[in-house]
């Protein structure tokens, strides 16, 4: 039997970065992580960083690498079929900007400095089954090398993404999920090229497409497929002419082509789970809700949530003030609708869906031209993109 104050499910950067700032207020947490950690160290996902989400990693010692191998970026570019090139103008607007650092790194940075600083997780733990959620000694079960184990801490974060069994905990009568599956993916491409210097959306007839990048010399590049496209079906060559022809020809000419790392499909998903929290368990990042990666959301909401659950226990624990996690689910909440909202908007926006008709093609239209003609819209919008500020209690008390 292993005992600990914060036992928390899941080794992916959620679990992985609340761990790291526990242990930078001297609180003891161990990870369980149900993958052999060769695996959660070569998974490719996200890469585009709010504003907040870079300043908490550099706030918390992980600024170094991001600042090497990261880009800063004034914004995104729409670039929409027969108009001019839009700047989702975060700079101008906040006076803020956005980072391309891939996930990968920052999953990377964080298992290193949790073995640095002795931090305990035990990879490969199978069976992993939350227990007493309500009273004050919650306990985990798992096994290890096939032998059950039992896990004693004072709380339990659920930070096992969407396929976890944390959100399954909560009872059925209490959990309410919202949810809508899009009728399509993203195929995406991970090459050893240098990336356009913008990251940039593309509208096109064809479908969307999207120029991203996470280092140097590290592309990402994605296309809207449908769901029953077989990666076989799709040679790097075609992949390379499809998106190109998707973007606008002399934007197309500059995309720097080379053999595919990586090539994955994932569906479009958004998805959440209310409330947050159960007794002593707290969801945190894809355990509690799943985004259509456009609004590049999801790692942010992550590490939004590991900021709100990261105050409410060191102000539990250390100062015994429960007013933060009392109100961690309808905090989190808050920022998570925002995020839903703003990537279910662009997804509408720059995808075309199976039943668009000429209305809807139309109204897409004139809301790509009035962001084009209209401060207000673009600093509504770049606001939104950039990341709303992590909220304090002062503001809703
Ligand atoms: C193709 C793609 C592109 C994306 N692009 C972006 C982007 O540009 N910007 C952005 O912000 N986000 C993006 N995202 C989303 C982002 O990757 C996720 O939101 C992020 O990984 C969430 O982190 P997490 O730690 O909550 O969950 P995860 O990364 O899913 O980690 C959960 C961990 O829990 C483990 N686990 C699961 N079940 C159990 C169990 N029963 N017991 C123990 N451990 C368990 C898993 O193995 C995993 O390691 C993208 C996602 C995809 C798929």
């Known amino acids: 039997m292993e005992r600990t104050q914060v036992a928390i499910i899941g080794g992916g950067p959620a679990g992985m970065l609340l761990s790291h700032m526990l242990h930078l207020d001297g609180i003891d947490s161990v990870v369980l992580e149900r993958q052999p950690r060769d695996h959660v160290l070569k998974r490719i996902r996200a890469g585009v960083l709010e504003h907040g989400t870079v300043k908490l990693l550099r706030d918390v010692g992980l600024g170094e690498r991001m600042a090497r191998e990261g880009h800063a ?5 729409i670039a929409w079929e027969d108009r001019e090139p839009f700047l989702i103008d975060t700079k101008r607007h906040t006076g803020k900007q956005m980072w391309s650092f891939g996930q990968t790194a920052i999953t990377e940075e964080l298992y290193r400095v949790r073995a640095r600083d002795g931090g305990r997780l035990i990879d490969d733990a199978g069976q992993v089954v939350l227990h007493e959620l309500t009273g004050d000694r919650p306990w985990i079960g798992f096994e290890k090398d096939g032998a059950a184990q039992r896990l004693e801490c004072e709380f339990v974060a659920g930070c096992d993404g969407f396929h976890g069994v944390s959100r399954g905990s909560l009872p059925g009568e209490l959990l309410r999920t919202f949810e809508r599956a899009y009728p399509f993916g993203w195929l995406g491409v991970m090459s050893e090229t240098p990336p356009l210097g913008d990251i940039m959306y593309a509208q096109h007839r064809r479908g969307f497409a999207l120029a991203s990048q996470r280092n140097a010399m590290l592309s990402r590049y994605y296309i809207q497929c449908d769901l029953a496209t077989k990666l076989e079906d799709w040679p790097d060559d075609r992949f390379w002419e499809e998106l190109k022809r998707r973007f606008p020809p002399d934007i197309a000419r500059k995309i720097v082509t080379g053999p595919s790392i990586e090539k994955s499909i994932a569906p479009l ?17 894809d355990s509690a809700h799943i985004v259509p990666p456009t609004g590049a959301k999801g790692l942010n909401l992550a590490v939004s949530d590991v900021f709100y659950l990261h105050r409410g226990l060191v102000a539990q624990i250390r100062r015994n003030d429960g007013r933060y996690l009392e109100r961690y689910s309808e905090t989190a909440l808050r920022r998570v609708w925002g995020a839903e909202r703003l990537s279910w908007q662009l997804t509408k926006l720059l995808h075309v869906f199976p039943d668009d008709d000429d209305f809807t093609r139309r109204v897409n239209l004139n809301e790509f031209d009035h962001l084009q003609a209209s401060a207000a819209a673009q600093a509504a919008l770049a606001e939104q993109y950039v990341g709303l500020p992590f909220e304090d209690l002062a503001a809703n008390p």
């Open 73 to 77: 970026h004034d914004g995104t570019w």
């Open 269 to 285: 998903r958004s998805f959440v789970a209310e409330p947050m929290s159960y007794g002593r368990l707290f969801l945190a990042g």
